[in-house]
């Protein structure tokens, strides 16, 4: 298994365009995670689907932010107007279930000038 | 929700020495408590985790202590080796909303 798969790994944008991270989940993994980490708020929770339905998403930022999971085997966070402060590595993570051990994607890397 | 706190924030041990890593966690439903260890550039990724009906689970040089009525668990590092220097992060898992909420993470530096 490749593990959690996450497009682009770097984006740079400017201000003011919509922005898209992707994620694919391991196969099979029916919980998943959206974090966002900067040096000076650490990991914060986004997001979190499970079977594919959102549960949770008090710690998205703000409405500029929106997240969808349509299939088991895919999910988007979108930023539109991006802007300089959502500059951060966004990871995505995966877990067999709910209570189990979550893993994580390579994340992307995103600067917005 | 959960509130995962993490001391210190940076430790800086003599290669051979131990590490210690201390968290406090607010939910007292949380059942589970998975430790990360993230390199420069690189993912978390898990090294040990533990469930609530488990006081101490040890994986080599690497063991984890859970006290359910304190609220607080705990990461022990011994012989520390250069390669353990990484940001430390533990977390713990909702009992009812199964969200896994991180502590702000702790630098090591291992001095060789």
């Known amino acids: 298994d490749a593990g959690v798969i996450q497009s682009p790994r770097h984006e740079v944008t400017e201000m003011g365009q919509e922005v898209t991270l992707r994620c694919k989940p391991i196969?099979?993994?029916?919980?998943l995670f959206w974090y966002r980490q900067t040096m000076m708020r650490g990991l914060e929770l986004l997001i979190y689907?499970?079977?594919?339905?959102?549960?949770?998403d008090s710690g998205m930022p703000e409405d500029r932010f929106s997240a969808k999971m349509p299939n088991a085997s895919f999910s988007t966070l979108k930023i539109q107007p991006s802007e300089p402060r959502d500059s951060a590595v966004y990871f995505c993570a995966s877990s067999p279930g709910q209570g189990l051990v979550a893993f994580f994607g390579q994340g992307t890397r995103l600067t917005v000038v | 929700g959960e509130n995962v706190e993490q001391h210190p924030s940076t430790l800086s041990v003599q290669e051979g020495d131990s590490a210690v890593i201390k968290c406090t966690y607010s939910?007292?439903?949380?059942?589970?408590f998975p430790w990360y260890k993230q390199e420069l550039g690189k993912r978390p990724q898990l090294i040990i985790d533990?469930?609530?009906?488990?006081g101490e689970k040890k994986d080599q040089r690497i063991a984890v202590t859970l006290n359910k009525t304190a609220k607080h668990f705990s990461l022990h590092i011994t012989e520390t080796q250069p390669e353990d220097s990484a940001v430390y992060f533990c977390a713990a898992m909702g009992g009812s909303d199964y969200k896994l909420s991180f502590g702000a993470g702790t630098t090591v530096t291992v001095r060789a």
């Open positions: 689907f499970n079977n594919n339905v959102p549960i949770d």
């Open positions: 939910d007292s439903a949380s059942n589970y």
């Open positions: 533990i469930r609530s009906n488990v």
């Open positions: 196969s099979g993994h029916n919980s």
